[in-house]
């Protein structure tokens, strides 16, 4: 209505509604109609939107519903090799979409693990989209992915705690190379925000970001043998993942299985 042209848009649409079929149950249509609907909007974000993010590929919800760390990449990255094949098969670049696909991620306190969770997928990620793909833009190949400090780890006994296990979050994503991040106020698992306790999650993310020197350089903890086998490891296992969903014929049979809800639920069952 104002006259805007729409190759000026900027923003990001979830359009990720294969998580939501595994965890918290918010979809209207089957798998593969929303898969359908999901591409179309692909497609015209693509021929239309170009600065605009047609996919916000959100882990973190499977996370949240108890999905390990390593579930939470590979059911991620299984639901969006899903959704990068069938804007393939519609005609469209990967080269032209890929780079603005994103993904938005749950970060728990423990920092290594984590930190390894996050380079291992740069790693997947980077590989699917070149050697599967075919992708040739080095900008079709990043992982671009906003983290947050896992609700779930908080704990409405002496809140003031969650403060710094939020704390220890960020800066598990700052060292796990997050592009945005979010924190969550101390009093979230029985409250809505205070603008005092949001006024202080706010500024734990300023800290890390401008006082810590964590900025400072690309992937800070690269070379520590620990994290280097964490790394390894969680790749592995990622693939293992990967390749199993793979075996079921991809993401909609694998969820129409019941294959990702009954890996979520037994890890549910063991929390």
Known sequence: KQ????????????????????SRGCYIFPPGPSLRLQTDVLEYCTKHLPKFYPY?????????????????????????IAYVQAGIERGLSVDDFGPRISFFFATGSEIFEEVAKYRAARRIWARTMKERFGARKPQAMLLRFT??????????????????????????????????MLHPALDEPFAIPTEHTAHLALRTQQICAYETGVTKTVDPLGGSYYVEALTNNIEDE?????KEIEDHGGAVKAIEKGYMQRRIAIEAYKV
């Open 147 to 180: 983290a947050t400090a896992r609700g779930s780890i908080y704990e409405p006994v002496e809140p003031e705690n969650n403060l710094i296990r939020g704390a220890y979050a960020v800066l598990a994503s700052a060292l796990g190379g997050a592009q945005g």
């Open 238 to 242: 990622i693939v293992k993942i990967l």
């Open 56 to 80: 916000n590929i959100r882990g973190i919800i499977m996370r949240e519903a108890a999905a390990s760390m390593v579930q939470e990449i590979a059911f991620s990255f299984a639901n969006a």
């Open 3 to 22: 006259g805007t042209p729409l190759s000026a848009l900027s923003g990001t649409l979830a359009n990720d509604l294969f998580c939501e079929y595994v």
